[in-house]
């Protein structure tokens, strides 16, 4: 889904550490890395490889081009509820949710511009929003039919679009990446003029909201509504024109994360007759597997989450999504049977879970702020069992190279939620109470020969999942194995 190595059978025992003692990860991968510095570029030859050649001989292998890091880092986002601050997070802890936020090292928040013009304050709303551009995020803000005041809303047509007037006034346009379009019309038909006009109402939204941003501040992006089927995208129908983007939303349902990302945009097509490009703007993992409640895909351990959200980001990044933003930063509120509440990479109160740290120390570790530059390659070649494994090649300002690579196997096995399996198991847990059975897969991990074709001055493996403290450093140089998770590893490389 997503032969054999004899030259490095030796440490296969070792490989059971990584399953059920994570505390011995940093120890291990040392260990594993040191022999295999001593096993040299001659322990894999006649091995496949994903980049070149199979024969081991490193003169001819292609230059793999590098992304610039931080471009990578900048298409990372992070969805939150500051207009909702009847929800802890965003009210009593709002200054702490904040300073949480900025320290995960995302550069968007995605946030709903669903404030009223007309004599309600929004102070704390646009306090938060100017917080967040000042810690270096800019904002993707959902756009609603604007609202008077009290239950009042502007009605169809929808010419009202002063929320964008104010959004530039109270932000600037330098700190808005995008403007985008309602959310999931089709899961909201009722305050888009009922199931029958929904389509149409929705889609004369965004042209309105379209022209009107164009008008005010040409520089922002301004991203198309999003629907959840494909019959909710035929009932709206050709967006392309009214958007500079289009919008997903491929929850992966407890799977690998790019499970639903293909499907989803061949179901949406309807959308996008431009085929103009896709953002990301809600996907990811709830945290509550014996949920019952707001149950619309199954949950995961939060072991799972942690290595199932860095993967998501470089997967979505690696299959041409230039921005993506996982649902949501924490927790909305503190209940289990309810799986909307625990979508969080932090809990309720603000306590990070383990994809929090794992997220913000890749993150820490590729960002590399400053002028864009141009990148350059890399020659190398990956050996071993190498069909499940995936790569991405980055390059910061200063020269360094940095190879993430991960094992893109499933971590969990989700429980049924939907059809006659669904069924079978919500009556069943109705009767003899919720399974406590452990449902993480523990992958060992797979040795992957990295051969330069020219020694490094130095090779520093980095393991996110556990830290940002490097595992080991290694000098002059052309070769290493490394025991590849199915969490992402990262491969410094200084030429």
């Known amino acids: 889904m997503r032969g054999p190595y004899h030259a490095i059978d030796m440490l296969n025992p070792l490989s059971h550490l ?23 570029v001659g322990a894999h030859c006649n091995v496949p490889s994903l980049t070149g050649t199979s024969n081991g001989d490193t003169s001819t292998v292609a230059a793999v ?44 928040v995605r946030d709903g511009l669903s404030v009223s013009v007309n004599g309600e304050s929004n102070d704390d709303y646009w306090n938060a929003m100017r917080e967040l551009t000042q810690g270096g995020m800019k904002l993707v803000l959902v756009t609603y039919p604007t609202r008077l005041g009290g239950d009042a809303t502007d009605p169809f047509p929808y010419h009202d679009q002063r929320p964008l007037d104010t959004a530039i006034a109270r932000v600037g346009a330098a700190n808005v990446l995008a403007f985008e379009g309602p959310n999931e ?12 006009r929904y389509g149409e ?64 945009q061949s179901a949406l097509a309807a959308l996008n007759a431009a ?47 230039p921005y993506t933003s996982v649902y949501e930063l924490i927790d909305e509120h503190d209940d289990k049977s309810n799986a909307e509440a625990n979508y969080g990479l932090m809990y309720n109160d603000g306590t990070p879970k383990p994809a929090y740290g794992a997220l913000r120390n890749l993150l820490a570790l590729l960002a590399d702020r400053g002028a864009p530059f141009t990148p350059t390659s890399l020659r ?31 971590v969990y096995q989700p429980k049924a939620v939907g059809g006659m399996a669904g069924r079978v198991r919500k009556y069943w847990e109705r009767v003899a109470g919720a399974s406590d059975e ?42 290493i194995v490394v025991p590849v998770p199915d969490n992402p590893v990262v491969v410094e490389i200084t030429p």
């Open 18 to 40: 990584f399953e059920h003692k994570p505390s011995h990860f940093a120890l291990t991968f040392g260990m594993i890395a040191s022999v295999a510095l001593v096993v040299g």
């Open 185 to 196: 019309v089709d899961n909201n038909n009722q305050g888009w003029g009922g199931q029958t």
């Open 201 to 264: 109402y929705a889609r004369t939204f965004q042209a309105s909201m379209y022209a009107h941003a164009k008008q005010i501040a040409p520089s922002v992006s301004v991203l198309g509504l999003t629907v959840t089927s494909g019959d909710g995208a035929r009932a709206v129908g050709d967006v392309s024109a009214y958007m500079d983007a289009g919008t997903l939303h491929p929850y992966p349902d407890g799977d690998v994360p790019a499970a639903h990302l293909a499907s989803m």
């Open 380 to 410: 190398y070649t990956l050996g071993g069992a190498t069909s499940t494994i995936r790569q991405s090649l980055f390059q910061k300002r200063d020269g360094r190279f940095y190879l993430v690579l991960w094992n893109e196997v499933p």
């Open 438 to 479: 452990v449902r993480d897969v523990f992958n060992a991990p797979v040795p992957v020969s990295v051969a330069l074709a020219a020694k490094a001055r130095t090779i520093t493996l980095y393991a996110p999942l556990h830290g940002v403290e490097p595992l080991s450093v290694s000098s002059n140089v052309s070769s």
């Open 65 to 108: 081009p590098a992304v610039w890091s931080d471009r990578f880092v900048s298409s990372v986002g992070l969805a939150t509820h500051f207009s909702y601050n009847d929800l802890l997070p965003y009210g009593h802890d709002r200054a702490k949710t904040i300073a949480s936020l900025i320290a995960t090292g995302a550069r968007f």
């Open 275 to 321: 085929k103009k490009p896709w953002w990301v703007t809600e996907t990811g993992y709830h945290t509550s597997p014996n949920a019952t409640e707001s149950l619309y895909q199954p949950g995961v351990s939060d072991i799972a989450q942690s290595k199932y959200v860095p993967r998501l980001y470089l997967d979505y990044f690696a299959a041409g999504i």
